[in-house]
């Protein structure tokens, strides 16, 4: 897909879990950006009614740029439920996962720019459907047949990749192979390019234990599993580096010397940027065939149908979509 193509293209966004604060904060994206950048959500259109905006259904994507300035477009995906805030029922959780297969189906087709997700409650789907992955990245990445696929957490003031993503931290260590974090740095410093322009991308490699292993006092893996990954990609010609104490990582004078961090486990990566940029992060997933992003929070159920929920997290997903999707059809021609 060329520029030209993408721009004539809206955005997919998926649903999410109807209980929480998907179709509330899709409503509010809509009023926000109905001027200036389309997208059309894929649910049952049933569940955007009641925020005050006018809603129509569109039997495909491209229709949605026709509706998108007088009404918010839902690709119908009937539900068997009704969405009652606050309270996932796992009648409807096969239909919100088959919300997700066919957006990542559209833009897999090119039917639609890029994929943007609201957040899902994975224990519904595991309860109702059997769900058997740890969340979005690695559902996309079955979907597409892509063996690994990256997580960052991005925003203007850092970004930053968790090289494990959804275990239990007593089983970090034996899960961080140099495979794995070698396919991790390649995979971010390759999106980095494609998809945000950085043409030779400098990356932070956070150390595991404390003060990265001081010398090996505090732990081996920084100086057996680390180190030489991080000396045999530089060796290739990547503008890598590490690994670094993480607790000196993140300050401002540290984030001007790299554009982003790569962390070896969730709570590593997801902590420092949600303490800077918790509205305004976003979720990318990198190594996908095509452009995905999701806002950085949860289904909050507990502020489900108070009308609190505040959109800004998805409104800057959906706009990180959209710059990616142009940067990647210029990049791939």
Known sequence: MNAAQAGRLPIALT???????????????WVALRADLPFAVIGDARHFTGFGVPVARVPAPADALHVFANALPVLDNPFPAPATPGRPTTENAQSVINVIARGADLVSKGKARALTTAPIHKKALQDGAGFRFPGHTEYLAHLTGTDRVVMMLASDLLRVVATTIHIPLAEVPRTLTPELLGDTIRITAAGLAQD??????????????????????????????????????????????????????????????????????????????????????????????????????????????????????????????????????????
């Not at 649903?15 to 994206?29: D, F, L, V, W």
């Open 15 to 29: 649903c999410g879990e109807p209980a929480g604060i998907g179709p509330e904060i899709a409503a509010k994206a």
């Open 196 to 333: 945000l322009g950085i043409k030779r991308p400098r990356l932070a490699v956070a150390g595991l234990n404390p003060h990265a292993g001081e010398g090996g006092a505090i732990g081996r893996e920084d100086i057996e599993v680390i180190a030489p990954v991080i000396a045999a990609l530089a060796a290739e010609g990547l503008a890598v580096t590490g690994p670094h104490s993480a607790d000196t990582l993140f300050h401002a004078a540290a984030r001007r010397r790299y554009d982003a961090v790569v962390a070896m486990y969730h709570d590593q990566a997801l902590i420092p940027i949600k303490t800077l940029a918790f509205e305004t992060g976003v979720n990318v997933t990198l190594g996908l065939p095509f452009v995905r992003t999701s806002p950085d929070h949860g289904t909050a159920l507990d502020i489900a149908g108070t009308g609190q929920a505040d959109p800004q997290s998805l409104i800057e997903a959906l706009k990180r979509a959209d710059e990616m999707a142009c940067t990647r059809a210029r990049y791939t021609g």
